[in-house]
């Protein structure tokens, strides 16, 4: 039995499938409701597993935890980013512009 592995994109609200990425459902027409999932397919008699399965989760499932913070040198800074930088973390900073 040979096997094959593709990657296909599912809705979230309706599990319409696709083979590539879509900004909006054409069953549903929601918008960036699709997730990438990996489908495992025996080619012999054409059944379709399902390898790994990337369900989305609520936020509130997760537990936060504590972690070693870097203090930037400003306390407004520091206090917006709940203590300071997180080691491997990523902070994009903005600034505004006045229109004359």
Not at 4 to 15: P, R, T, Y
Not at 63 to 81: C, Y
């Amino acid at each position: 039995m040979a096997k094959a592995s593709k990657i296909i994109f599912v809705c979230n609200e309706c599990g319409y499938e696709s083979a590539k990425w879509m900004g909006k459902c054409p069953a549903c027409n929601s918008w960036n409701t699709f997730f990438e999932q990996k489908v495992e397919k025996v080619t012999e008699n054409g059944i379709k597993k399902i390898k790994e399965r990337n369900e989305p989760k609520a936020l509130n499932s997760y537990k936060g935890q504590e972690v070693a913070r870097t203090s930037t040198g400003f306390d407004e800074l520091d206090r917006v980013l709940g203590g300071g930088i997180v080691k491997g973390s990523l902070i994009l900073l903005g600034r505004r512009t006045r229109n004359r």
